[in-house]
Nanobody
Framework: QVQLVESGGGLVQAGGSLRLSCAAS????????MGWFRQAPGKEREFVAA????????YFADSVKGRFTISRDNAKITVYLQMNSLKPEDTAVYYC???????????WGQGTQVTVSS
């Protein structure tokens, strides 16, 4: 059974930092890209960041460039999202995905809530 399990969400004040983790299991993810999307209340799910299998290429939404970084540990099949200088508009449920291409995901996690207070 394929599982992607996110962790690290929580409540933080504006300007603070959080580090999200997403651990994958249940099949081989060799060659798979991984990434993060988010969905705020009343809004559509939007792309946040992605990373290819080797980690040599990363991609970010304009809204998070310079504040968020993405990395992965293939030995642990885990992807990380380091979020700095958080803003109230970053408040959302963050979802981890994995798939054969950077923005084509076959598998999704259950989401983790990030709340940034002003």
């Amino acid at each position: 059974q394929v599982q992607l399990v996110e962790s690290g969400g929580g409540l933080v004040q504006a300007g603070g930092s959080l580090r999200l983790s997403c651990a994958a299991s249940g099949r081989t993810f060799s060659g798979y890209a991984m990434g993060w999307f988010r969905q705020a209340p009343g809004k559509e799910r939007e792309f946040v960041a992605a990373i290819n299998w080797s980690g040599s290429s990363t991609y970010f939404a304009d809204s998070v460039k310079g504040r968020f970084t993405i990395s992965r540990d293939n030995a642990k099949i885990t992807v990380y999202l380091q979020m700095n200088s958080l803003k109230p508009e970053d408040t959302a449920v963050y979802y981890c995905g994995a798939g054969p291409r950077v923005l084509s995901y076959d598998y999704w996690g259950q989401g983790t809530q990030v709340t940034v207070s002003s």
